[in-house]
């Protein structure tokens, strides 16, 4: 059993959220982000998708309706990472958000590996939105071993893709 290790391919199907207004979430993650409702589970939650895959995030409010967003220093989920396609596809829905004025964007990244925009949705819960660089350009020690970093994203340059 020590051994065991999970196959490359499987990949995490989709992440299921506490809200504490099903109509926010979705005109945040709809109205903003641009998933498409799949369905409503009455007025207690939704199942959102890109590209019709039945959901890749479920929204509900069973336990939370009308409460306030959980404690920053307790455990939970830190963030969801929704990544996307390409360089411009980053590039497209930060200028979205900064059209709309979107008073929640906590960050902005460069990992060498990856270009990530970070926000939180109007619960507070944590977003990753992201772009993966192509595997032979990422940054390799001398040995071959992968060097992730953290640098300031550079927002100019992620927008010219859009010229």
Same mark, same amino acid.
């Given at each position: 059993m020590a051994d065991y290790q999970i196959p490359a391919q499987t990949r995490i199907g989709h992440v299921h959220l506490k809200v504490s207004d099903l109509q926010r979430s979705l005109d945040f993650y709809c109205g903003l982000l641009g998933f498409k409702l799949m369905m409503k589970y009455g $007025?207690?939650?939704a199942f959102i998708s890109a590209g019709g895959y039945h959901h890749h995030i479920g929204l509900n409010t069973w336990h939370s309706k009308g409460s306030g967003p959980a404690p920053e220093r307790a455990p939970g989920l830190y963030h969801t990472a929704i990544l996307y396609p390409e360089r411009k596809d980053l590039a497209a829905i930060f200028?979205? !958000?900064m059209d709309a004025k979107y008073p929640h964007i906590t960050g902005a990244s460069d990992h060498g590996v990856s270009e990530a925009i970070y926000l939180g949705d109007p619960d507070r819960n944590g977003v990753e !939105?992201?772009?993966d660089r192509p595997r032979t350009d990422w940054p390799k020690d001398a040995d071959g071993e992968l060097t992730m970093f953290t640098q300031r994203l550079d927002? $100019?340059?992620l927008l010219a893709e859009l010229e």
């Open positions: $007025e207690q939650a200028k979205r !958000l !939105l992201y772009w927002l $100019e340059g």
